[in-house]
């Protein structure tokens, strides 16, 4: 009698090392980057494009047509970006997405020349300043206070919020400073550590679809 429990140990040990190894298996198969993106096919944080129409007016001095946009979180771990209310009309899901206004960096590899300029006689005045009528527009601010409330986008999803039509030109880009929604340490920060890297995302002229850049440029 004793001697029938040792073929069933042998198959349950075998049925162990072969669970054991498919677990392995599948979590090769998996790899770090499947765990942490969502949709393998997307960054794990983007911008998507969703309408240009009217919009509420944050302040007299900005144009009624905005571009409207979705944030979305295509990781496993919650981000965070700093927002503040949005004026009464505005759809109820609105977010009110700080965003920075920024230069655009110039572009690689392109030769600029300088040519001497010849000094004119004193009394003349530059005719330059008088023949050319054309005003040249300047950079708007953007969306950035000193008071905000923290807005976490859970994995897989998004938060709708727009810009001015205006806030996007051949000269200027928005770009949104976000954060992981990470487990808070215990105790007081260490001073010897840094706070941590700065993520900014980035959205311009080049990220519309071509159908509506003409739309933002003759605004």
């Not at 295509?74 to 109820?92: E, K, L, M």
């Not at 859970?154 to 919020?161: N, Q, R, T």
């Not at 200027?172 to 400073?177: D, F, G, N, S, T």
């Amino acid at each position: 009698m004793p001697m029938t429990k040792h073929p069933v140990l042998s198959v349950c040990l075998a049925l162990c090392l072969s669970c054991a190894g498919s677990a392995r298996l599948q979590a090769q198969k998996i790899g770090p980057g499947k765990q942490f993106v969502i949709d393998e096919n997307r960054p794990f944080v983007y911008i998507k494009f969703d309408h240009i129409g009217p919009g509420e007016q944050r302040s007299e001095d900005e144009p009624s047509s905005r571009i409207w946009l979705h944030l979305k979180n295509n990781c496993r771990i919650p981000i965070q970006v700093i927002a503040n209310g949005v004026p009464d009309g505005s759809p109820r899901d609105e977010v009110g997405i700080q965003h920075e206004v920024v230069p655009n960096p110039p572009i690689r590899g392109l030769v600029t020349y300088s040519f001497p300029v010849t000094p004119k006689p004193l009394g003349v005045a530059n005719p330059e300043q008088h023949t050319s009528t054309a005003e040249v527009e300047e950079m708007p601010r953007g969306y950035v206070i000193d008071v905000g409330s923290l807005v976490t986008i859970m994995p897989g999803k998004d938060i709708l919020f727009s810009i001015p039509i205006n806030h996007l030109s051949e000269r200027w880009h928005v770009e949104i400073r976000l954060e992981f929604d990470l487990p808070k340490g215990k105790g007081s920060r260490n001073p010897k550590v840094s706070l941590g890297p700065s993520m900014v995302i980035e959205y311009s002229m080049e990220d519309l679809p071509p159908e509506f850049r003409a739309t933002v440029e003759k605004r």
